[in-house]
């Protein structure tokens, strides 16, 4: 007697999307040899409660289907020993059971958080550098420098001392600041 599962199938983010893919797609050929595939669904890269492998994320793959038992067992066997598997859990469920849909995430299926903060690093430093180059910002520092530095001549060399901010002239005029 055939029964309704849910297959969720938790992937390696680390290995290539073409390896992921390929795991998907062999597990899904599998349903449909020896089942009747329902429904199936990517939930993408999400966040791991806890660590698995030294992973804190994991590709999520969802599969609704009906098999009999001898299917179960070749998932079973077959998912403990593929490369990439981080973890799996086939579920038994009732059939008017409604589908599980995931909680939204910040980003993307597919885009790992880690992918998505090397991509927001990326774009930060750009907007600093058009500052930074910009001609109305280059031109006020070129005029200050010129005025800071007779200031210290005016006091003697070595007169500047980190607590008055560069003020040679006011050291100068104070005997304590020049013992």
């Known amino acids: 007697m055939a029964r309704e599962y849910e297959l969720v199938l938790m992937l390696d983010p ?19 040899s020896g089942g009747a595939l329902k429904h199936v669904d990517t939930w993408g890269t999400r966040k791991l409660a806890f660590e698995i492998r030294q992973r804190t994320e994991a590709d999520y793959r969802f599969y609704r289907f009906e098999a009999e038992s001898d299917l179960l067992e ?13 973890r799996f859990r086939i579920f038994k469920v009732d059939a ?22 090397a991509e927001a690093r990326r774009a930060e430093p750009e907007p600093a550098a058009e500052e930074a180059g910009e001609p109305e910002s280059a031109e006020p520092e070129p005029a200050e420098p010129p005025t800071e530095p007779p200031e210290p001549a005016e006091g003697g060399p070595g007169e500047e001392s980190p607590e008055s901010g560069g003020e040679g002239a006011g050291d100068a005029d104070n005997p304590q600041a020049a013992s």
């Open 14 to 32: 680390a290995a290539p999307d073409g390896r992921r893919d390929e795991v998907a797609g062999e597990t899904q050929k599998r349903i449909e």
């Open 74 to 86: 070749q998932l079973d066997h077959t998912l403990k020993i593929t490369d990439g598997v981080l």
């Open 96 to 117: 008017g059971t409604p589908m599980i849909t995931p909680p939204p995430t910040a980003q993307p299926a597919g885009v790992s958080a880690r992918a998505a903060r």
